[in-house]
Every structure is written in C-alpha cells, then in structure tokens.
C-alpha cells in the first residue's frame, strides 16, 4: 500500500529511481491488485486496460472500502466512478450525462485538476482546480486538496446517491440514472419530481425539535448513521425533521453503512450494509401504484398489487402504456389551443388521480362543470371529479397511472391525443373521398361532354358541315387574344 504512494511523490525529481519503483510496484499491483495507491499526485496519469472486465481501481480510501476508477458501462463505455468495493455498488459517477469510451486514448491524469479526457468522445471533464494531491477519504469523499484542506469534493457533486454524513444542499439535486426523476430541497421541505416540474412526492419538515425559521438561510439534509434522514437549517445538529429509517437507534457499528438513492422507478431509498448485504432500509413510496408511472401512460393501477390494466376498457395492457403517440403538448404555438379534433374523450369512474393532496383542485358544483373547466383550457389533460366533495382534480400533465379507488362517485375526464398514425388514417379516408369524388366528376363531365356532342351530331347531319366543334372553338379564342396583343402593340 505504501510503495505507490511513494511512487507518485517522487515523480519528476528522481526519474531513474521512479522507473525502478515503478516497476516494482506494478510487479506488487499485479501480485496483489488490492494494494491500490492512496494519493494521485501531479504526473499521475492512467488508460484503461482492455482486459478489465467491469472495474480498474485507481484510488483507495484507507479502509480499502471504496475506490476511485474506470467503470465499464455498457460494453465499451466508461465512467469514472467511486464504488463500494465489497458489493460493486457505485456511489458516484464523474460525468453522468457522457460516458466516455473504453479505449487507450482514454485517459485520466492529475495536473492539479483530475482531469478525465477523450478525444474519441470529446468527453472532457476536469475538477477544475490548482491542488496537490487527489485522495478519497473513508467516508468515500474524494477531495482535490491544497495543503491539506479541501480545493473541490465529489460530495459537492452527488449523482443520484448520497452516503451518510453527505450533507445535500438547496443548490444540488439528486437525478435518477435515466433522467427522469429528482430529489431536490424547498424552503421547509424536500421533494421529488418528475421533469424538474412535476411534484409527485413531498416531505415537509416538522419542527418537532427545531423550526425553520426565514432569513436563517437554506435547509439542508444528510442522512445520519444512527438510521435516520434529517433535515436541517442550522448546523446546531439539531434536525427540524427526521424520517426514521428501519435501522433506527439500531448500534451503529463500524461495519454498518447507509446511503440514499433516487431510483429509476421514481422512488427514493435507503439501503443499510449488514457487512454483506445491502438492506432496503426505507423507501418514500411505499405503494407501487403511488409510483409516477407504476402501469404507464394512461393505465389504471389497483392498490395491493392486482397488477395494471387500461383507463380505457377497451385497451389491452402492454407494459409501457396504454397507447402510443401519446405525450407532447396540447396547446399549439403561443398557447392556443389546438382544435378539439387534435384528441379524443376518455372517461372512466371509479379512478382517482396519485398524491392528489399535492394537485391543484377547484370545486364545481357538478361533474359536466368540472369537465368544462378543463376542456377549455389547452393546458389540462384530465380532471378527476369527485362527487362526494366536489373538489374537481386538475392534471396538468400528460396523463400517467391513476389509481383504481373502487368509488364510482369518483370520475375522471382524460384527452387523449390523437396520435400521428390515427391522424394519418383520417388523411387517408380524406384523400379516398377526394379521388372518388374527383372520378365522380370526370364520369359526369364525360357523360355530359358525350351527351352535347351526340346531340350536336345530329344538329350537324341536319345543317350539314358548319360544326362548332371545341377545336374551333378554341382556334377562334386563340386568334381572339392574337388580335388583342396586337393592338395593345
Ligand atoms: C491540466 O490539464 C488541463 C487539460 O489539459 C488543462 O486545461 C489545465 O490547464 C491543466 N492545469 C494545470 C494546472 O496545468
Ligand atoms: C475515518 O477517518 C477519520 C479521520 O479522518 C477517523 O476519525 C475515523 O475514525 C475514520 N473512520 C473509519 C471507519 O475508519
Ligand atoms: C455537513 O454540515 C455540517 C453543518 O454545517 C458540518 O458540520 C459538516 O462538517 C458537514 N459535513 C460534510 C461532510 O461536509
Ligand atoms: C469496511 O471494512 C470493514 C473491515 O473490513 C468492514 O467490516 C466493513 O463492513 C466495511 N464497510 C463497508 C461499508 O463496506
Ligand atoms: C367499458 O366502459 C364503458 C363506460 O364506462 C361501459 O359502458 C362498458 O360496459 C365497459 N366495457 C367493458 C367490457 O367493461
Ligand atoms: C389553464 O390551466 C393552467 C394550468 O392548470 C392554469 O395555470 C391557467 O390559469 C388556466 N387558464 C385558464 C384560462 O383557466
Ligand atoms: C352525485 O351527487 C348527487 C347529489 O349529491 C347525486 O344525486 C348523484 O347521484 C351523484 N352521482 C353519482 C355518479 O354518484
């Protein structure tokens, strides 16, 4: 562990020596290829090995539990990430947005900056610093220091995990591997969205040891070893909110670890290292059809898991949704409506739309008002009516799972756009219609045409010769207009 070490702090003033270390110590890495260096420093620089299966170490914490490298995605991608080692499980990812490739021309280097660079890709990602050394703390913290003290930290920069005693902030947000979903602070609450707009999920703080006071600056989160999250505004230790995990109050013990993730599926959780395992240690949604898109685009989700079918009866249920084309806008450009015939009416009692506590609703005194309400306006998509209450549910956004309530007092209004094969269908039946039409026309004009000349036949075998004949008709039209550019000359 120490030899490399060594290594990179005697770059650049005892060259022949370093060769000989080096040779050394890549003969130990390979004997013992736990021994991962524990200091990057300036000069160090790594490529990927084509024979590496998923990850190439490059930086060790001291506990040997976590460790800075190359991650193969993908087949041919790579990630710079830090990785629990034990379970493989990746903590944080450099770049997530741009993976850059497994290939020799990769490369990362410490120049003062960790510098991830490839010219293939053009992925260039870089700390951005002047420091002296890359280290990764045991908290799996890694830091760019200057003499010690922090220049930039990967806790600053979290993907979509955060480890305990990470603090989160009001500035960072955490993003699901595909995009989809975050995890973000408001002034007294946290929140997950769906499209950075879209609030599926919200947790306001409850003061139950502390209050949120305004003007005392941001809240901030952080999950804490002893099983909890905690959010908080003051650094007195002291949360205004805590959402206690399985492990609550359990001994925290050096083998035990937490973190936190904003899944794939939109939920967010919370998993407890046993020292083998990873347990689901919490989970804010603990339903599935409270998931944003638990059974897809317009699909009905029955609670106690009976599984997904369609908002439309007459729909058979494909994982992914109930029909296709749907999504994008309803309101043309500068928000004007498109016509009515741009989608079609769907109705169906007894759903009820998720978390509707955090929709917006207005109360009308009956359902037709309710649907009214929205058919008016282009940037509704569906209401939900309840009967009972007569709170009349607005969906802002193109429809996702509704819930099956079992209440047919409950009833919901829902458009659905017409998708561009429908569209095109109707575009065909019109051009059908034109070309019979058009034939219609020609057969008539034809007849008619038929009819005049047999008539006119027989005006000409009675006057004999002087036929009006359309060729004649048309020779005297066109010495006409002769006539006429003439004396215009
Ligand atoms: C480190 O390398 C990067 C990329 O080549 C470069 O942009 C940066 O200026 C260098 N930093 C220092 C301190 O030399
Ligand atoms: C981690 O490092 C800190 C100091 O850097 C130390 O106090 C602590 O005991 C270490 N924790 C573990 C689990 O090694
Ligand atoms: C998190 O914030 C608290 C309070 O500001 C601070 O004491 C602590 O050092 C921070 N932790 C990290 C890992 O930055
Ligand atoms: C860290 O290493 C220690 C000692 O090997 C082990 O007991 C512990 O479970 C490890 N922690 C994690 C989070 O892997
Ligand atoms: C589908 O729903 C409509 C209207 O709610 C209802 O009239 C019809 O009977 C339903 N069809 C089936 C097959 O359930
Ligand atoms: C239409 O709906 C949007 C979003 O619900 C709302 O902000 C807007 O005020 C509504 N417009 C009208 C004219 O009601
Ligand atoms: C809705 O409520 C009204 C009176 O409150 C009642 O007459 C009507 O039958 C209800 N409709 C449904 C569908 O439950």
């Known amino acids: 562990m120490i030899l490399p070490t060594v290594m990179f702090n005697m770059l650049g003033t005892h060259q022949p020596r370093f060769m000989v270390l080096l040779f050394l110590s890549i003969q130990i890495l390979t004997l013992r290829c736990t021994s991962i260096t524990q ?22 914490d001291p506990t040997g539990n976590f460790s800075l490298g190359f991650l193969r995605v993908n087949g041919n991608q790579l990630a710079l ?3 629990h080692v034990a379970s493989s499980e990746p903590f944080w990812v450099a770049n997530p947005t741009r993976a850059a490739s497994w290939f020799d021309t990769t490369r990362l280097f410490f120049n003062g900056s960790l510098v991830l660079s490839d010219p293939e890709t053009r992925v260039s990602w870089s700390t951005a610093t002047n420091g002296d050394r890359a280290v990764l703390l045991n908290t799996s ?84 070893p002893e099983g909890y999250l905690g959010m908080y505004q003051t650094n007195d230790e002291k949360p205004a909110d805590v959402q206690k995990f399985n492990s609550f109050q359990q001994a925290v013990t ?6 936190m993730r904003m899944e794939a599926d939109g939920n967010l959780k919370a998993y407890y290292w046993d020292g083998s395992n990873w347990l689901t240690n919490y989970q804010a949604i603990s339903e599935t059809c409270e998931l944003p898109r638990s059974c897809g ?23 992914g949704g109930c029909f296709n084309d749907v ?3 309803l309101c043309g450009e500068e928000g004007i409506g498109r016509s009515k015939s741009d989608y079609w ?30 058919e008016k306006n282009c940037s509704c998509w569906g209401a939900v009516y309840n009967n009972g209450t007569g709170f009349c549910y607005m969906l802002e956004n193109p429809i996702e799972s509704m819930l099956g309530s079992g209440d047919e007092s409950k009833v919901g209004y829902f458009k659905v756009k017409k998708g561009d094969r429908e569209k095109n269908r109707v575009w065909v ?17 034809g007849m008619w045409f038929c009819v005049r000349r047999w008539k006119r036949r027989r005006v000409v075998k009675e006057e004999d010769w002087a036929s009006p004949g359309p060729y004649k008709n048309l020779g005297s039209a066109s010495f006409r207009s002769i006539e006429m550019s003439n004396s215009v000359e």
């Open 429 to 445: 039946r019109v051009g059908i219609v034109i070309t019979v039409l058009g034939m219609v026309g020609v057969i008539i004009v």
């Open 141 to 224: 913290n890694l830091q760019v220091q200057t003499k010690g003290s922090p220049l930039w930290e990967s806790f600053e920069f979290p993907t979509n995990t955060i480890v305990q005693g990470q603090n989160f902030t009001s500035k960072m947000s955490l993003l699901s591997s595909n995009g989809l979903y975050s995890l973000r602070l408001g002034n007294d609450y946290m929140g997950l969205y769906e499209g950075n707009k879209y609030l599926y999920w919200k947790r306001t703080v409850l003061e139950t040891k502390a209050e949120v006071q305004e003007g005392k600056g941001p809240i901030y989160a952080r999950v804490n």
């Open 39 to 60: 200091e990057l420093h300036t000069g160090f620089s790594a490529t990927p090995e084509p024979s590496t299966p998923s990850f190439q170490p490059l930086l060790s």
């Open 297 to 319: 685009s317009y699909g009905l989700c029955r609670p106690g898991g009976s599984g997904c079918s369609c908002l439309d009866n007459r729909t058979r249920f494909e994982a």
């Open 345 to 374: 009416v769907l109705r169906r009692s007894g759903v009820e739309p998720p978390h509707k506590e955090l929709l917006r609703h207005v109360t009308t005194p009956s359902l037709a008002e309710c649907e009214q309400l929205c």
């Open 81 to 83: 990430a830090i990785l």
């Open 327 to 329: 999504g994008g806008e």
């Open 254 to 259: 050096a083998a035990s670890f937490l973190f």
